[in-house]
Structure formats: C-alpha cells, structure tokens
C-alpha cells in the first residue's frame, strides 16, 4: 500500500502538460474489438483503469502493447466474448465491451457491475438499447449474457443523457443492419470523440456532437489511429490545485471548451484566468476565496467528476456555498474525510452545504474513491502541517502521477508506502 505525505502551505508556481483522458480511452480501446487488425491510440494515460482494461480486452485475446502513452491493439485473434467477475469488478466501465463484442460476433457475456463506492450506478440504459437493437438479453449468475444474429437499426430515446450508454449504443449501431437514431444522447467530449474514432474506422454518423445521433450501418470497419483529448477533470484538479492554494500555475495540452463550466466558476471565485493556444494560466494570488455554488449537470454543465475537488475548494471560501450533485445524488464520501481536516461541510439530500472556515489542518484522512482523493490532496496542499492521504489506489485509477505534476510545481508531496490501510 501506498499513501501521500503532504505538508501544506506552499506556493505552486510553473507549468506542468495535462495527461490525456481516461474517460475517452476506456471507450475508444474496446472500439477496436470491432475490427480486425491492429489500432492505435495515442496520448493515453499511465492510470490503472487502463491497466484494467487492457487485462480484459487481453482475456479477449487482443494483443496490446503500451509504450510512451500509446497504445497498441490486435484484434486479430479474438478468442473469447466473456467479461468475467475478477476483471469488470475492478472497474464499472468493462460494460464498454458489451456493444462492440455482440456487434461484430453475435455473442456477449459481460459481469454485471456492481454498485459503486457512493451508490447505485444502474446499466439498464445500455441493456434496454441493447434489446431496440434486436439482442435478447438475459441475466444468469451474475452476468449478462446478449445474443443477436445481426443486430438492426433502431430508434433509440434515452430517457438520462447516460454517457456510457451512449457510448456501448454507438458501438453496437455502427455494425447494425440499417439506420440507428439515438436522441437525448450524450455530448461529453469523450463520446464524441469516440464517434469520431468509429467515423474513422469506417462508421456513417451524423449529429457527431449533438443529442441526436444517426447512424447508418455498415458491413465492416477497419482498424485506423486517433490522438486523445486530455484530460478535462485532471486540468481542472490541477486548476483547482492552483487556486486553492493561492499561486499562479499553468497548465499545457487543454481544451478550453471542455471545461468552460469549470473555468467560469472559478472566475467567479475570484481568480484570474487567462487562455492561449492550449496553455490555461491560473493567478490567484492573495485570492479571498468567494463562496460559489454549483450544481452538476451532464455535458457542459458543471461535471460530476468536479464536484467532491469544488468542496475541498468551497471549504476555504469566504462564506457559505452550496454543491448539488444531480447526477450522483449520493457523491459525498469526501466530506467526513474533509470535515476531519477542519472543513464545515454538512450533506443534506443531494447537496452539500459548505461553510467556509479559515484554514485547514492536516491530518490522516482516507481516499474513498477517485475524485474524493483528489478533493482530500487538493485540501492536504493549502492544510497548515502535515496531511497523510491513505489508499492512495484510487487515486491512481484515474490520475497519472500526480504527485509528480504537483512536485513540479513546487508541492510538498511525497508517495510512501505504509502497512496503514
Ligand atoms: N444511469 C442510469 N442507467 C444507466 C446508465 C446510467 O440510470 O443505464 C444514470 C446513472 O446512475 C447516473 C446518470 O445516468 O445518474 C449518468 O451516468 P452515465 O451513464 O452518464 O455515467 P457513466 O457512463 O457510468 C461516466 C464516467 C464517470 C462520470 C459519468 C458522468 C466513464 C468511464 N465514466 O460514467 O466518470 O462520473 O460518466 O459524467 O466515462 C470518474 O471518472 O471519476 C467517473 C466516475
């Protein structure tokens, strides 16, 4: 096990490139099990979730190499159609495997995905698509298992705008017989540049980067190379890094329209901000941190994915804010975690109601899940003393040595291993 030591308090200064991101690349490497041959995906990020999906698309029998945040795929020789338990438990985005394998080989059994940390995260969006397609779908042991001889076009409404769906929906439709129509389908980033992707390898599609998406099938793809966005979560925790901490920092490789939500609300906060040709500068010196509220929403509002490192921000600010998470109602885990580091956060329902104290004092807090370990290191950097953040695993799901990025820019952070847990 390994955890952060971190002694708060110190100026950020410099630039450190944003890696790119994860969410898009657990959607365009499994969009490769729907062709032939070898794909290649560049500026992929080093982060476990990665690992984990390429441990599943390899009991597939895909062939990967990755190198220098490249990733390499074979899809040759496919072997298996099954996602099973030990790898799908490690990470709920295994689904993506779902819409592409029952594509292009008729046949799909996937572990169904658990809850998570913070709750019930439902695929009966992906099932129910599945089924408009023509799949019959049943549950046994634990798995779902989807069969079709050739999937059909359809017209698909998705009542929650669910990113995942969207993505598995689009994989399947691409290799359908006729025209498939998604709408209210999701806008992230990352599904659209998944659309890209398939257009590259073949697929017709429409509407790329707006709710209604059409899709024309087609017999076969072919295998083609795409360059990833970075990552929009991991510039905003390092923004937030930023202000928080009061500095001046810059960030390379962002895309300013992916985070516009985010950049408007820290404008609000008080902090300077500045853009240019991909570089994102951040002034916040002296800043008095004013008490904003957010409320997530899907693409382009405020993302989820922000919400617990906005608290751990909210947690200095001048006054009272409050931060409504409408997509994850039950996204709180970090905030007894922050409250142990002298934040004054109290949940009622779906929002948390943060009152801003002082100053922060570290302490021994503990990572729940991703964006809750980001919002516990991003308190640990402006916490008076010494902050140790435990199971530190989440976090290396999802950022790529951050600690590394925040040493660059003048933090106190060191990653020790501890027999603590
Ligand atoms: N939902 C359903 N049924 C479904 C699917 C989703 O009710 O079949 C609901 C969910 O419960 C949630 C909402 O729809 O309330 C949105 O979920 P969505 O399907 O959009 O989320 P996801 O695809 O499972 C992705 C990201 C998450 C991110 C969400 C929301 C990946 C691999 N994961 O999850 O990322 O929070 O979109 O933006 O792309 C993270 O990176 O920390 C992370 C959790």
């Known amino acids: 096990m390994e955890k952060f030591v971190i002694r708060g308090g110190k100026k ?28 290649k995906i560049y500026n992929v990020p080093e982060v476990n979730d990665i690992y984990t999906m390429i441990k599943l698309m390899e009991h597939l029998g895909a062939n990967i190499k990755f190198e220098n945040n490249t990733v390499q795929i074979d899809t040759t020789n496919i072997i298996s159609q099954v996602a099973p338990y030990e790898h799908v438990k490690k990470m709920r985005a295994s689904i993506y495997v779902l819409g592409p394998l029952l594509s292009r080989f008729g046949y799909a059994k996937v572990s169904m995905p658990g809850g998570c940390a913070w709750g019930p995260r439902p695929i009966n969006l992906h099932l129910e698509a599945m089924k408009k397609l023509g ?23 998705f009542d929650i705008p669910s990113v995942g769906a969207t993505g598995n929906t689009l994989m399947a439709a691409v290799l359908a017989k006729g025209t498939t129509v998604i709408s209210n ?9 998944l659309a890209e992707y398939l257009q590259l390898m073949g697929a017709r599609i429409s509407g790329i980067g707006t709710t209604v998406i059409e899709i024309e099938g087609v017999d076969e793809l072919k295998p083609s190379e795409i360059f990833n966005i970075p990552d929009r979560i991991e510039a ?12 001046n920092i810059e960030l390379s490789n962002v895309i300013k329209e992916h985070l516009e939500s985010v950049l408007i609300k820290i404008e609000e906060s008080g902090a300077k901000l500045s853009y240019d040709n991909g570089i994102i500068k951040i002034n916040a010196e002296n ?3 004013k008490n904003i509220d957010v409320t997530t929403a899907v693409f382009p509002g405020f993302p989820t994915d922000m919400q617990a490192q906005w608290i751990a921000y909210m947690s200095l600010a001048e006054g009272t804010s409050k931060v409504t998470d409408t997509i994850y109602p039950d996204r ?3 905030v007894p975690e922050l409250n142990r580091l002298g934040a004054n956060i109290e949940v009622i329902n779906n929002s948390a109601v943060v009152k801003g104290v002082k100053k ?31 199971r530190i695993y989440h976090l290396d799901r999802g950022y790529q040595r951050i600690e590394e990025k ?16």
């Open 12 to 39: 950020l200064s410099g630039r450190v490139a944003v890696s790119g991101a994860k969410n898009s690349s657990l959607a365009l490497m499994p969009a490769t099990l729907l062709t032939s041959g070898i794909s």
């Open 135 to 157: 799949a019959s779908i049943d549950i046994d042991e634990g798995y779902v298992i989807a069969k079709a001889n050739k999937l059909t076009g359809a017209k698909i409404h």
């Open 185 to 193: 389908a999701a806008i992230e980033p990352e599904i659209t540049l």
């Open 236 to 247: 905003g925790t390092l923004l937030l890094a930023g202000a928080i901490t009061r500095s």
């Open 287 to 289: 800043l008095n941190i």
């Open 332 to 334: 709180f885990n970090h």
């Open 360 to 390: 922060l004092k570290g302490a021994k807090v503990m990572s729940t899940d991703l964006r809750a370990s980001a919002s516990l290191v991003l308190a640990g950097l402006a916490a008076e003393n010494v902050t140790e953040v435990l």
């Open 406 to 421: 925040l040493k660059a820019l003048g933090a106190d952070i060191e990653r020790v291993p501890t027999e603590e847990y």
